[in-house]
């Protein structure tokens, strides 16, 4: 019997043998419309936001809960589940019940974990390990699509102690340069560094993938520029803050002559010089060459003809950049062994799989819940991934993993509050 064949059918056969298996499991993100009492228990009325149908929720009882340990394979027997869940649900960080969230927080949108489809008879209805609150205002607007998170302690960069900071990249578009098309090609650039959108400032960057049919051979970043500007807070008072320039100011800040030895970054600079020349008309400025050694300029006309000839391709992304503010920083913040946004890097491993030490930046479907501020600026209020299952289609990705079409998760925004 062919082995292949045989573990194929033996795994469909047993797929749907544990209706509380990971793939069986989902999170669920609500627009709330009302919580009421119903059958002794309580319910979340409302819109779910990635598949905009009306649904209704109610938490999982402790018994519920500890058959979904058993099954999950996290306790061994009913006892020992009903004491784990008891103590989860009861102890110093108790479970908040549907009616708390709707008298004490008056909450408009829920994210409830763990989730299983129940019968509902006349909606779609489910049952929910736990339940957060992503927002209580009403007007905020929704984020979706394949993307990473970065967080960075408070630093000390020469004479200066930067803040801690965290953002994250959404990947807006992947495109392949083509020869010869120089104003498409550069309107990808330009798109992926413009400081507005239609109704608010907006922070992203570029980023280039050169490879061959052998894989990667590089990559490079083009930042936005930024510049201080006034305005004020939600009292009226009066703040400095960074804003991004447009495209254009961008590029000539990037691609500035600059003095002193080649470094990496320097390096970088030249390859973007080449890249851009050849696919946007771009001319090169050799005097900003990071070296003029014969050998140096040899290697970056060499790669000029490997792109003209089509050995190496280049493949660009446009990256929205979102931030966090002060307030849902810390829930970012490692603790212990704890890390909140593990799932979205990794350590890189070298041919004999031991760690590089360096960090490779991971994609993956995630939800957005952004609040506005007076000064066109949006800041995260709430994040997770879409998926509770992060092996399958929620699993992370490198950026050159990500398909022509980012995996069907095209950036979406729209504000829900007017789904009903």
């Not at 209706?19 to 779910?48: C, F, L, T």
């Not at 009306?54 to 058959?67: C, F, K, Q």
């Not at 995630?366 to 994040?383: P, S, V």
Request: net charge positive; glycine share 4%; charged share 25%.
């Amino acid at each position: 019997m062919n082995n292949s064949f045989f573990n194929e059918l033996k795994s469909t056969a047993q797929s749907n043998q544990n209706p509380n298996r990971d793939s069986q499991v989902r999170a669920i993100y609500m627009k709330v419309d009302e919580i009421k009492a119903e059958q002794d228990d309580h319910y979340a009325y409302g819109i779910d936001l990635i598949s905009k149908q009306s649904i209704r929720v109610r938490l999982s009882t402790i018994e519920e809960s500890a058959n979904d340990m058993i099954a999950l394979g996290k306790s061994k027997n009913i006892n020992e589940a009903i004491n784990k869940v008891t103590n989860i649900y009861t102890g110093r960080n108790a479970r908040q019940t549907l009616q708390r969230k709707r008298d004490k927080h008056h909450t408009s949108y829920l994210f409830f974990d763990r989730c299983y489809s129940i019968d509902g008879n006349f909606i779609p209805t489910y049952r929910a390990h736990w339940s957060n609150s992503m927002s209580q205002q009403q007007d905020v607007e929704m984020v979706t699509g394949m993307m990473n998170i970065q967080y960075r302690e408070k630093r000390q960069v020469g004479n200066k102690v930067e803040k801690t900071r965290a953002w994250v990249q959404a990947i807006e578009f992947s495109k392949y340069f083509e020869i010869g098309n120089i104003e498409t090609n550069y309107k990808m650039l330009d798109f992926a560094l413009r400081n507005r959108n239609k109704t608010a400032i907006r922070e992203g960057n570029f980023v280039a993938e050169i490879e061959s049919d052998n894989g990667p051979v590089m990559s490079f970043n083009i930042f936005q520029r930024y510049a201080e500007a006034s305005g004020t807070d939600f009292d009226g008072n009066a703040i400095k803050y960074l804003t991004p320039q447009d495209s254009q100011t961008s590029l000539e800040y990037f691609f500035k002559e600059e003095t002193g030895p080649a470094n990496s970054f320097l390096v970088t600079k030249d390859v973007a010089r080449v890249v851009l020349d050849v696919f946007c008309g771009m001319n090169i400025d050799t005097n900003a060459f990071a070296s003029h050694d014969p050998a140096y300029i040899s290697k970056l006309n060499s790669l000029k003809q490997s792109l003209v000839s089509g050995e190496y391709r280049v493949r660009v992304f446009g990256m929205r950049i979102y931030r966090f503010g002060p307030e849902t920083l810390l829930r970012l913040a490692p603790t212990g062994s704890f890390n909140p946004i593990k799932t979205y890097s990794k350590q890189q491993l070298d041919q004999q799989n031991q760690p590089t030490g360096s960090i490779l930046q991971m994609f993956l479907p995630t939800i957005l819940l952004l609040h506005k501020t007076q000064n066109d600026r949006r800041y995260i209020a709430f994040n997770n991934r879409i998926h509770y299952d992060i092996k399958g289609e929620g699993a992370p990705r490198e950026l050159n993993q990500v398909n022509a079409d980012i995996d069907g998760y095209n950036l979406k925004t729209f504000t829900p509050q007017h789904l009903s």
